[in-house]
């Protein structure tokens, strides 16, 4: 059984220190181009919370993925989302498991405090790694390369990405164009070697974002239910149904 090189922590953003935003940053600038310090604090600080991933020998930071709860009314019924922003693993520690484990118990952890309310994932991707974790998590994810986008997805993600882009939004592309560059993926992580194409899913990711290496995103979205996640994530949600914890700032979800 391999063991992970990674363990994890989920913090408020006003609690995290100088050293952790020195940290997240620098790993941001290492992967994206057009970034500066000043923009990636003030996206930073507009999130609820963000999942640390630390290393298991010198506790460096080695990862972080940010993450926004938002409120809204579709169809006249509250429904909550998850927007996930930045997230980064370091290229030392790709093909670790970690953040997906612990994003799956932050989401649990929510999903069980008002289990009445629909969950979704309210995600936009710049490059298809970050689209290729639908497919792994979710049975059904939208938009998607073998299925129309239903009308009620439909308006979510309308809804989720007008009212957070209302200046970017491109409702008929389903894209976010921002008029400066928000960054981008650098060069290499933006290559796509011939054998990703083999993937439905990739095709499909670059024919709605052909330009995704300017920093252009896609905006998806995925019901966060045991019904519709795949058997990892719908085990943690199902272990989690009925309870309603109060974590405190900083816990690990472990």
Not at 43 to 59: G, V
Not at 116 to 142: A, C, D, M, N
Not at 147 to 152: F, I
Request: net charge negative; proline share 6%.
């Amino acid at each position: 059984m391999r063991i992970s090189r990674l363990f994890s922590e989920t913090v408020p953003v006003e609690e995290l220190g100088a050293p952790e935003k020195e940290a997240m940053y620098a790993l941001f600038a290492e992967n994206y181009e057009n970034v500066n310090r000043s923009s990636f604090e003030a996206d930073l600080f507009e999130k609820d919370c963000a999942i640390l991933l630390r290393d298991t020998q010198d506790h460096a930071l080695r990862g972080f993925s940010t993450q926004k709860i938002l409120r809204l009314h579709i169809d006249g019924q509250p429904m909550r989302s998850v927007f996930s922003g930045d997230t980064i693993i370091a290229r030392s520690h790709w093909g670790e498991q970690e953040l997906g484990r612990a994003w799956g118990h932050f989401v649990a952890e929510l999903r069980a405090e008002e289990p009445e309310v629909p969950l979704y994932w309210f995600l936009i991707s710049k490059g298809y790694r970050t689209y290729l974790f639908l497919p792994l998590f979710f049975h059904q994810f939208f938009p998607r390369y073998d299925q129309v986008t239903p009308a009620r997805e439909q308006r979510i993600l309308d809804a989720l990405a007008g009212t957070r882009y209302p200046d970017s939004y491109v409702r008929e592309s389903g894209l976010i164009v921002f008029p400066d560059s928000h960054g981008n993926l650098s060069r290499d992580l933006a290559e796509i070697r011939a054998h990703r194409l083999r993937s439905p899913h990739v095709r499909f990711f670059l024919s709605r974002n052909p330009r995704f290496a300017e920093g252009q995103e896609l905006v998806c979205v995925a019901e966060i239910s045991a019904a519709n996640m795949r058997s990892y994530g719908s085990r943690i949600l199902s272990e989690s149904a009925g309870k309603a914890p109060h974590p405190e700032p900083g816990a690990i979800y472990a």
